[in-house]
């Protein structure tokens, strides 16, 4: 297909077969839970202990090892979720659409610890918990929208049509991301700049940055172990009536 | 191996409604652009861009040296420049953790009669840097760089 190598699109089809991705992601899941303590545990070290105090802010700037983190998962989770609801939608594949909705709840909590967060280091830097600016107001939206994707989800019995209704709502929603990462370059606002994601030499120290970068990668890892377990549980449901699931089940007892 | 025609239809369908739902978008954003910034710079103020009679905020850095206190008590006199054209800005209150000389801050309140932006309510804005005290100390001397000033 196209240019991926054929092995690629072999794994994929084979991963699109639920009784397949259900044994895959068991076996892996144990892989997953180490590389993230690993990779959380020297991010906290590196961070809360290792890392200096800012030239400005003290020790009050740590709150960026969860803040800065959580806010790229908010966008990072969306996207996936996005681009699984569109091959969900096209290929009508049963896997992509359960990956797409069983990640909207972790990215929401994202959001929602993003959000919080920067408000509680917001009101002794800034002065205030809460300003309406651009790039707090369109992070919000992306709350919303995430809330929205679970609240049509669960509004719809048919979880095959929810699953095409949340993936428009998705795809149409997808135009917030742009929006939220270039907020701080368009327009002004309070919240500052981009320090880290952007075309120049990142505007952060490299020991304040290395543990930034595994908070950001165990944060990837968290999000794929409660997306895994989420979707598992959410294909047997779908699946309850399948044989490979009474097969599982009569085996077990 | 060719996509079936459906699903073909399909991705095009879904192409044409991100892409339409982003046009959308950005003509809205586009007619509402004053309104989405979240604060003037001096120059717009200097110029006679920014309201007269009614609250807006002012964004700007604290001219180094400008911090004055008047009348010994909560009111301080600063002023606040983006590097073309410069401000005076009076407030009384407590002032944010960050706020001190050569800071970025946003300034919500009015102008009075003389000129003199009478702010109600001051927050710093942080910049992107970060970085330990020693290197700071090391940077003194270079100039800081301008950053999210845009106007």
Known sequence: ?253 | MMMKPARKQRLILIGLMVIGAGLATAFALKSFNENLMYFFSTTDVVEGKAPGDTLFRLGGMVVKGTVERPNDGLTVRFKLTDYSKEVTVEYTGILPDLFREGQGIVAHGKLNAQGVFIAEEVLAKHDENYMPPEVKDSLKEQPTPVTGQKS
């Open chain 1, 1 to 253: 297909m196209f240019l991926i190598p054929d092995p690629v699109v072999r794994f994929f089809h084979r991963m699109a077969s639920p009784p397949h991705f259900y044994a895959f992601s068991q076996r892996l899941m144990p892989w997953l839970v180490v590389i993230f303590l690993l990779l959380t545990a020297a991010g906290l070290y590196g961070g809360l202990y290792l890392a200096p105090a800012d030239y400005q802010q003290g020790d009050s700037y740590r709150i960026i090892y969860i803040h800065v983190p959580s806010a790229w998962m908010s966008l990072f989770i969306y996207v996936v979720m996005a681009v699984a609801g569109a091959i969900g939608l096209v290929w009508r594949i049963k896997l992509a659409e359960i990956v797409a909705i069983s990640s909207a709840p972790i990215g929401a909590s994202f959001t929602f610890i993003a959000l919080v967060t920067g408000s509680l280091w917001g009101k002794p830097m800034w002065g205030t918990w809460w300003v309406w600016d651009a790039r707090l107001t369109s992070e919000l939206i992306l709350l919303f929208l995430y809330l929205g994707v679970i609240g049509l989800y669960g509004a719809i019995d048919d979880k095959r049509t929810a699953s095409r209704a949340v993936a428009i709502l998705a795809l149409v929603g997808v135009v917030n991301i742009p929006i939220i990462h270039y907020s701080v370059e368009w327009w002004n606002t309070l919240h500052q700049g981009p320090t880290v994601t952007k075309m120049d030499k990142p505007s952060i120290h490299v020991s304040m940055l290395v543990p930034l970068l595994l908070m950001a990668a165990s944060f990837k890892f968290y999000y794929l172990i409660a997306m895994l377990q989420q979707a598992r549980i959410e294909l047997l449901l779908r699946e309850r009536n399948a044989q490979w699931v009474k097969n599982m089940i009569s085996e077990s007892k």
